[in-house]
């Protein structure tokens, strides 16, 4: 005999849309209330671009820049770090500090399906990121920085970019049991592989660019260096890394990610 | 106002709303459950009862679908909480109050309340909710100014929103001042009335007593007693416990009953309190005394309990705070 609970067949596309704006609305929300998260996350890769712009906006092309000005190289690094803050920093912080406080068993205890709530903040980040983005084009343009042409292309890389980033984000946050060290631990990882990845300062050591081509960070900075530049024609190699490291990075979050926290 | 809350038509199914058979859970080489077995009937308030680390959480976390049980069966609702394919349509049905808070800390009341609602096919109005657990009038305020006890009763209402068929309160009144619990006790009244069952953890006797139908004491990974409160451990066999306090220089051996002391108070424990007291009585008018403070009473629940879980741990002290 069963008497398990059932539930009369729903049409599921309309609801699970309703529940996804429902679920990036609710990210929202909390990611804008909160300052740290919109100061540090969003707010600092604006100011880098402001600071380095009333520096530098007089200069003109150099050799130290890759044959670019000043601000013409920070543009698109400086958009990259945003994403990378906004996906990765956000999500390896994040994510760790609400598995120990309970928000992730409490989230867990009710029907909203996982996919839809990863998928939710996937989708929060990537919105994070295009307004941030927005704005630093917007700098960049007030500074002198032409606008780039290949918009569907940039879109798409940076979507791609955003996800690779969240991924690894999540896996981050399913490694790290323990959610103190998360900020440290994120920290320790995103600032050395920006700056040998060139986004604070142009790298001139062959053997670091060897290293960081094979890392997430400078393929993307490159990839979009180039489509702000002019450069036409889809760099497969450098887009290959960046989705390679995303697929790393979804394996170990599949694997890995944990609800609760360790008994 | 709207009342959302209405007794809806539920039928009982004839299968319990809970099922467990033969439960055993590890940690390492600690042996958590060693093979537990209760039914908790649709409608009831049933309590699991124990000291700090008997078990009760772990048992609540493998029937939430939290924690993958080492052995045993388990059916909830019909449902096996351990299958991943039955597992949404749960927690359509099963509300949550959790000893741990959890909520965004930049969300006021009604947005966190507002958020839950929509996982749900079928929840509660969020202003019933606010008002059935008291926080009418806090419906803007961020979570993270709320006081503690506030933040256990938006937990509570976080358990309520889905209008679940069954509840789990995980020590729910840890934290609360008498007056909160008073409510929450209420509340727990109103929601057994509506025909919701609850599956209450407690280590407070007061609290199985006032609420539970039915009580289990888990002590040390098994199950040491079961019943209904006022019948736990024999609690309704007869037996009673006559105390008093004598004058001093004289010692328990001198009675004509056998008798324990204790800060200077004399227990007799006996199962015909008739023929004792008689006794006692008639030893002190012949020795010319007063037995001072002298009652009788059928063994507390208190001691019953810690008789039960070996006097471990003492049962009122609060397991953690919240945070």
Known sequence: MTTAVTDAP??????????????VGYEQLSFWRNPQSAIFTFLFPVVFLTVIGALFSGTGRSSYFDGLSVLQYYVPTIAVLSVFGSCYGQLAVALAA??????????????????VYFVGLVAHCILVSVIDIALIVGIGRLYGVPLPSDWPQIVAMLVLGAVCFCALGVAVASVIANADAAPAVAQLILFPLLFISGTY???????????????????F??????????????????????????????????????????? | MRVTYEPAARPVPESPAVQVRDLWMSYGSTEVLRGVDFDVHYGEVFCLLGPNGAGKTTTLEILEGFRRRDGGEARVLGLDPGDRSGARQLREHTGLVLQEVGV????????????????????????????????????RRKARKLSGGQKRRLDVALGLIGNPRLLYLDEPTTGFDPAARRDAWDLVRELRREGTTILLTTHDMDEANAL???????????IVAEGAPSELGGRDAGKARITFRLPDGFSTGTLPV??????????????????????????????????????????????????????????????????
Do not use: C
């Open chain 2, 212 to 222: 539970a139908d039915r009580v289990i004491v888990l002590s040390g990974g098994v």
């Open chain 1, 10 to 23: 729903r049409p599921w596309g309309r609801r699970t849309a309703r529940l996804l704006v429902h679920q």
């Open chain 2, 104 to 139: 965004e800390p930049y969300l006021t009341v009604r947005e966190t309340l507002a958020r839950a609602a929509g996982y749900y096919q079928a929840p509660r109005a969020v202003a019933d909710v606010i008002g059935m657990v008291g926080l009418a009038g806090l419906e």
């Open chain 1, 221 to 263: 900075n490159e990839a979009l260096t180039g489509l702000f530049t002019g450069h036409t024609g889809t760099d497969w190699r450098q887009l290959g890394v960046v989705a390679a490291w995303g697929g790393v990075g979804a394996i170990v979050a599949v694997r890995r990610f944990r609800w609760v926290p360790k008994p």
């Open chain 1, 201 to 219: 300062t142009p790298i001139h050591s062959a053997a670091l660019n060897r290293v960081a081509g094979w890392l997430p960070v400078r393929p």
């Open chain 1, 98 to 115: 609400r598995r120990q406080n309970g928000i992730l068993k409490r989230i867990r205890a009710t029907p909203l399906p996982a996919w």
């Open chain 2, 258 to 323: 056998p008798a324990t002391a204790a800060n200077g108070v004399i227990a007799v424990e006996t199962a015909s309190p008739t023929q004792a007291l008689h006794l006692l009585t008639d030893w002190a008018v012949r020795e010319g005394l007063e037995l001072g403070g002298l009652t009788v009473n059928p063994p507390s629940l208190e001691d019953i309990y810690l008789r039960l879980t070996g006097d471990a741990v003492p049962p009122s002290v609060p397991e953690r705070t919240t945070k």
